[in-house]
């Protein structure tokens, strides 16, 4: 089983700065992609960004030059800073990861979610 969990998140003023944490556990051969997502109140999930196993980061058009994505891998835990934040970036903020478990099997995990809130 895996397991990941979010970090990070709580109130902000707009303009501030949050660094969210993702970090995985359990049992696995391997940690692939991963990926940020974020859900606000009575609006659909939508993606913030994704990161390879090598690094290669890829972002929602909306969430270009505030927020950036990096990975530890020793640590098998990802990050999201996000930079002058506002209001409409609200949400539970969670992660997943695509995990290949022993024996070759391929599968997708989510964390529970961290609430960010922007507000004055």
């Known amino acids: 089983q895996v397991q990941l969990v979010e970090s990070g998140g709580g109130w902000v003023q707009p303009g501030g700065s949050l660094r969210l944490s993702c970090a995985a556990s359990g049992s696995f051969f391997s940690i692939n992609a991963m990926g940020w997502y974020r859900q606000a109140p009575g609006k659909q999930r939508e993606l913030v960004g994704t990161?390879?196993?090598?690094?290669?980061?890829n972002y929602a058009d909306s969430m270009k030059g505030r927020f950036a994505i990096s990975r530890d891998s020793a640590k098998n835990t990802m990050y999201l800073q996000m930079n002058s934040l506002k209001p409409e970036d609200t949400a539970v903020y969670l992660c997943?990861?695509?995990?290949?478990?022993?024996?070759?099997?391929?599968?997708?995990?989510w964390g529970q979610g961290t609430q960010v809130t922007v507000s004055s």
């Open positions: 990161i390879t196993r090598g690094g290669t980061t």
């Open positions: 997943n990861a695509a995990v290949t478990l022993h024996l070759g099997v391929q599968s997708t995990y």
